[in-house]
């Protein structure tokens, strides 16, 4: 593969909305085997509430599929496959990340505590801020 091929390749499955009105793969090779990705979305996304099992397996699907994705894409970036297998490749990125957002969205988000989060690091920031300007921070002197 060319280097204007492969940066063509990463560029595709680097953008941002990327997965726009992509699909999920019916499978997808993992490190343990074959698994029915696309089942196993729709079989999580149809429950109105998720067990502790269910979301246990959830984090582990979603483990295996980052390292498959992370796989691919150094295959990509290395450059030393044909252009129609790194074309495979990155449509299965692609399909990888697609399921990443949809079972990336099950998980219920703690508002306050998001908003807390967010608190104290604008706290931490001003305070930073404020350290920098009376010279306090790691024995820097404000300018004069």
Same mark, same amino acid.
Do not use: C
């Given at each position: ?34 698994? *029915? ?11 109105? /509430?998720? *067990? ?7 984090? /582990? ?22 252009? /129609? ?21 099950? /998980? ?37």
């Amino acid at each position: 593969m060319k280097a204007f091929e492969r940066e063509r390749l990463l560029e595709r499955v680097d953008r941002e909305g990327a997965t726009v009105g992509g699909r999920i793969p019916a499978q997808v090779e993992l490190e343990d085997g074959t698994f *029915d990705l696309r089942d196993f979305v729709f079989e999580v996304k149809r429950r109105d /509430e998720l *067990d502790a099992d269910v979301r246990e397996q959830v984090t /582990e699907v979603v483990k295996s599929l980052r390292r498959a994705r992370l796989s691919r894409r150094a295959t990509i970036e290395a450059g030393e496959v044909p252009v /129609e297998t790194g074309e495979r490749l990155a449509d299965e990125i692609l399909g990888i990340d697609r399921a990443l957002t949809a079972l990336g969205s099950l /998980e219920p988000t703690d508002l306050e505590a998001e908003a807390a989060a967010h608190e104290r690091a604008d706290q931490e920031r001003w305070l930073s801020f404020l350290g920098q300007v009376r010279g306090r921070d790691r024995g820097r002197r404000p300018r004069s």
